[in-house]
T-cell receptor, first 115, second 113 residues
């Protein structure tokens, strides 16, 4: 119930294309869904996050789409650039109950944007 | 120094050694965390500290011993590790336990031989 399932494991996208990474969860108590970006040799950094009261959040070229009924959320990277090549992690957290405020992470997606 | 720093960045140790990982945050946060990152596995939360008090220990083997002497520093003491403990160990901080945004350090790449 605490798992967050992420797909695909790896993704190759042409420069200028759209990168799409999907995540699914089971625990309906989750109320915060962040995406983290990790470059080689660096720790994960918060990229964008969403709460379940909205269906979409956009920040620049990055958009989170959230489907509460399906318990799924996805990251879209528009106009993908080689500098976006990194590993992306989805995560989920809840504000109360057992394990509250702990981030439960997906396994990560390694994105490669080729020129 | 800004953000969250970790030393050493790389560590190779034998199974009988004792070593320590250090984390320092320069953000004025009150919560600090240790995570383990293994290949093809989700990040695993190991320990959570709030104002130097441990608030969470996620069933971590006793060969990992955390220490938080103040709200800016966090250590992970290692002894008699196993090869399967080889991983990237990440430190993170947040304003407080309960703050959703966590700031990560670059990690220590640990290899146990």
């Amino acid at each position: 119930q605490q798992q967050v399932k992420q797909s695909p494991q790896s993704l190759i996208v042409q420069k200028g294309g759209i990168s799409i990474i999907n995540c699914a969860y089971e625990n309906t108590a989750f109320d915060y869904f962040p995406w983290y970006q990790q470059f080689p040799g660096k720790g994960p950094a918060l990229l964008i996050a969403i709460r379940p009261d909205v269906s979409e959040k956009k920040e620049g070229r990055f958009t989170i789409s959230f489907n509460k009924s399906a318990k799924q959320f996805s990251l879209h990277i528009m106009d993908s650039q080689p500098g976006d090549s990194a590993t992306y992690f989805c995560a989920a957290s809840m504000g109360s109950g057992a394990g509250s405020y702990q981030l439960t992470f997906g396994k990560g997606t390694k994105l490669s944007v080729i020129p | 120094e800004t953000g969250v720093t970790q030393t050493p960045r790389h560590l190779v140790m034998g199974m009988t050694n004792k070593k320590s990982l250090k984390c320092e945050q320069h953000l004025g946060h009150n919560a600090m965390y240790w995570y383990k990152q293994s290949a093809k596995k989700p990040l695993e939360l190991m320990f959570v500290y709030s104002l130097e008090e441990r608030v969470e220990n996620n069933s971590v083997p006793s060969r990992f011993s955390p220490e938080c002497p103040n709200s800016s520093h966090l250590f992970l003491h290692l002894h008699t590790l196993q090869p399967e403990d080889s991983a990237l160990y990440l430190c993170a901080s947040s304003v407080r336990v309960g703050s959703y945004e966590q700031y990560f350090g670059p990690g220590t790449r640990l290899t146990v031989t």
